[in-house]
């Protein structure tokens, strides 16, 4: 079965510091990969996600994510945050073989907390 | 444009009460549905996913039910709730590209 790893479980900076979140999964065939984000009592959200194409995507408020497939990774970055960026974020992936019908897998989460 | 409910929004049962937690979803036809229990550390979990009326698939064995009665309506069940049931449950649904879109979530705790 196909799993979703994600480096850091809680990851505290500073207001302009630069973030990268690390997200890695285990299947080698064809993927559909997302980032989400659940801001403080808010539902989850779709932040940015990848089907094909240029590997760089950019998603809303300011993130990115590179896809690099030698790797299996898919990690979330952007260059300077905010404190409104104080959320958990989860990575997922989708097998492209099933459809997209049997739904994601995510990662456990990353707890980010932006200091003022 | 679509729009994804889920209720109740919290919930307290006492342990063997029955469950049902309902979703709805407007403005597609035929959506795959999907419900998800989130606890804190442990990401996501699927637990049943749904392509159309009547067809329910299940991930994992669990105390729990679900049932598409109709098009855009996903309900979750539970005849006998255990403790270990006390979690956050999230409706989704979902294209055909894997993207998913959620619900608010209920909040279930079991006394």
């Known amino acids: 079965a196909q799993s979703v790893s994600q480096h850091n479980h809680h990851v505290i900076l500073s207001e302009a510091a630069s973030l990268e979140l690390g997200c890695n999964y285990s299947y080698g065939g064809t993927v559909n990969l997302f980032w989400y984000v659940q801001y403080p009592g808010q539902h989850l959200q779709l932040l940015l996600k990848y089907f094909s194409g240029d590997p760089l995507v950019k998603g809303i408020k300011g993130f990115e994510a590179e896809f690099i497939k030698s790797k299996f990774s898919f990690n979330l970055r952007k260059p300077s945050v905010q404190w409104s960026d104080t959320a958990e974020y989860f990575c997922a992936v989708n097998l492209y073989s099933g459809g997209g019908a049997d739904g994601l897998t995510f990662g456990k989460g990353t707890h980010l907390i932006i200091q003022p | 444009s679509q729009t994804i409910h889920q209720w109740p929004a919290t919930l307290v049962q006492p342990v063997g009460s029955p469950l049902s937690l309902e979703c709805t979803v407007e403005?597609?036809?035929?959506?795959?549905l999907y419900w998800y229990r989130q606890a804190a550390g442990r990401g996501l979990q699927l637990l049943f996913y749904s392509v159309g009326i009547g067809q329910i698939s299940s991930e994992v064995p669990q105390n729990l039910s679900a049932s598409r009665p109709q098009d855009r309506q996903f309900i979750l069940s539970s005849k006998k709730l255990l403790l270990s049931d006390s979690g956050f449950y999230l409706c989704a649904w979902g294209t055909n590209t894997g993207e998913l879109f959620f619900g608010e979530g209920s909040r279930l705790t079991v006394l």
């Open positions: 403005g597609t036809s035929n959506p795959n």
